[in-house]
Nanobody, 125 residues
Framework: VQLQASGGGLVQAGGSLRLSCAAS????????LGWFRQAPGQDREFVAA????????FYADSVKGRFTISRDDAKNMVYLQMNSLKPEDTAVYYC???????????????????WGQGTQVTVSS
């Protein structure tokens, strides 16, 4: 599976961005999907995830109510709508496929196998 993230950019605080992640290869519809982010000098952290059928979604407390993960299995795409952005949301954002069925929590990096290259999001104050 190859993942390609896009949609990052520079936005003012309070603004919005929509990240996209295109998948190729593998069986996209059978995969759980997640977004992580990594700010300079910090560890990569969980942002949001969606089960393989899209019925359940999970969010980090820091983004709950502001970010929305969604997927379009027909297009092999996963999205992250980010609203009310804050300077602390500045980071490189990564999409990844989840090892569904392994019993690993959605919030842990080791629960994901394939990763995209990342897209930079910068929020100015």
């Amino acid at each position: 599976v190859q993942l390609q993230a896009s949609g990052g950019g520079l936005v003012q605080a309070g603004g919005s961005l929509r990240l996209s992640c295109a998948a190729s290869g593998g069986t996209f519809s059978s995969s759980g999907l997640g977004w992580f982010r990594q700010a300079p000098g910090q560890d990569r952290e969980f942002v949001a995830a969606s089960t393989r059928n899209g019925v359940s979604t999970f969010y980090a407390d820091s983004v709950k109510g502001r970010f929305t993960i969604s997927r379009d299995d027909a297009k092999n795409m996963v999205y992250l709508q980010m609203n009310s952005l804050k300077p602390e949301d500045t980071a490189v954002y990564y999409c990844a496929t989840h090892r569904t069925g392994w019993g690993i929590p959605w919030t842990l990096q080791r629960g994901y196998d394939y990763w995209g290259q990342g897209t930079q999001v910068t929020v100015s104050s």
